[in-house]
């Protein structure tokens, strides 16, 4: 199963947020702190990564927003001491931008935070809503960075307004 998966992700001849995913949790050194963001990339590190013991792996819950995703890599990062990764979308890294500011005097955390450029809300095209011939959408859903939140909606307001 395993090496099924690792052929489909090899098998693209460019780098996928999926791909990405697995690389970065194969590649962090031993005892690092990895913070995930929803959607995506939370679902693919668990379902694409080989799992490692030798990690702390955090993300965020309760209501799966993904405000403050920054903000909380950045407090388990210090509070963590050592090696702090992240791995979010763009439009969760977008959304929690001032949460890279460090103020005077505070610590700098040892945080990397890897996101991939993929322009946003690319997790409503997997879940029901946005497969194609739902009955509940004739088109995509999505949430892109340019402002947008679900793409059929904007098609309606925009018809609104031209008639
Ligand atoms: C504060 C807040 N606004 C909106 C949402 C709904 N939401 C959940 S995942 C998501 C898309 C995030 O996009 P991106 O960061 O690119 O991640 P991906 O689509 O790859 O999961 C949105 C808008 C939310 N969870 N929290």
Redesign the pocket.
């Known amino acids: 199963m395993g090496a099924a998966v690792d052929a489909a992700l090899d098998a693209s001849p460019a780098l996928t947020?999926a791909r990405l995913a697995r690389d970065v949790v194969a590649a962090l050194p031993s005892g690092a702190l990895l913070v995930l963001?929803?959607?995506?990339?939370v679902r693919d590190v668990d379902r694409l990564a080989v799992p490692r013991g030798d990690l702390t792996v955090l993300a965020n819950r309760g209501v799966?927003?993904?405000?403050g995703t920054i903000s909380t890599a950045t407090g388990a990062a210090t509070v963590h001491g050592g090696a702090a990764f992240a791995l979010?979308?763009?439009?969760?890294?977008l959304?929690d931008l001032t949460g890279l500011l460090i103020g005077d005097g505070e610590p700098a955390p040892d945080l990397t935070v890897v996101v991939p450029d993929n322009d946003?809300?690319?997790?409503f095209a997997q879940l029901e809503p946005g497969r194609t011939g739902t009955p509940a959408t004739t088109g995509g859903c999505s949430?892109p960075r340019t402002g947008g939140t679900w793409s059929r909606s904007r098609r309606r307001s925009a018809g609104a307004r031209a008639g």
């Open positions: 947020a963001g929803s959607s995506t990339p799966a927003g993904i405000d979010m979308g763009d439009l969760t890294f959304h946003g809300g690319g997790i949430a």
